[in-house]
């Protein structure tokens, strides 16, 4: 177990709708970031956030939005999903930016 | 922009096998470097990482990697698998003064099975 903790674990959604995935980061770590997977390949860093601030994004489109709270808990946003959204949604906590990631178990997000 | 290049998308080996899995990176400055396995059914968990010093770095479960920089290399070995090793393999890379602007890039995978 690394700490990291998501939820929901899946998820259904239709094309169009909006959904929020959460995060819950391992004790201590003030850096999450989001990462999608998609079948069959390798994760892609979505953006980071360290201290409630954003500090760099992946290439994905303004549909995509987070929240890190006080508690460095965080939120993934997306907004007017597309079937090609449908992935592996996976948080990773690090204690300082730009080290060791721990990952959590991911949001598996199906769009219909 | 970072890249990272996994060579095999699926190996299997016999128990008792050694392996090899290769990873190139590109990216002209100083990179960290990492392995992360993901067990099926589990989350990436990380298996080695290279940050500077000593290129031949030692990770859990019997596995190591060695970074050749003038290959832009990092391959992971182990000398003698187990069923259990079977999983999926990622290389990734992040540089460490990037502010986490690229997070980490990492490769596509490699599905490596082991038959008992």
């Known amino acids: 177990e690394t700490g990291v903790t998501q939820s929901p674990t899946h998820l259904i959604k239709t094309r169009g709708q909006q959904v929020t995935l959460r995060c819950s980061s391992q004790s201590g770590h003030n850096t999450v970031s989001w990462y999608q997977q998609a079948l069959g390949q390798g994760p892609q860093f979505i953006f980071q956030y360290y201290r409630e601030e954003e500090n760099g994004r992946g290439n994905f489109p303004p549909r995509f939005s987070g929240l890190q709270f006080p508690n460095y808990s965080s939120e993934l946003n997306v907004n007017a999903l597309e079937l090609d959204d449908s992935a592996l949604y996976l948080c990773?906590?690090?204690?300082?930016?730009?080290?060791?990631?721990?990952f959590g178990q991911g949001t598996r997000l199906t769009v219909v | 922009a970072q890249s990272v290049s996994q060579h095999n998308h699926h190996v299997i080996l016999s128990e008792a096998a050694s392996l090899e899995l290769g990873c190139n990176y590109s990216y002209g400055g100083t990179v960290n470097l990492f392995w992360y396995v993901q067990y099926p059914g589990q989350h990436l968990q990380l298996l080695l990482k290279?940050?500077?010093?000593?290129?031949l770095v030692k990770g859990i479960k019997g596995f190591e990697a060695e970074f050749i920089k003038s290959k832009f290399s990092f391959n992971l070995r182990k000398p003698s698998v187990q069923w259990s090793d079977t999983a999926e393999y990622f290389c990734?890379?992040?540089?460490?003064?990037?502010?986490?602007?690229?997070?980490?890039?990492f490769g596509k995978g490699t599905h490596l099975i082991i038959q008992p």
């Open positions: 290279y940050f500077s010093g000593d290129p």
């Open positions: 990734a890379v992040n540089p460490p003064d990037g502010g986490g602007a690229d997070g980490l890039t």
């Open positions: 990773a906590s690090s204690l300082v930016v730009n080290t060791e990631a721990f």
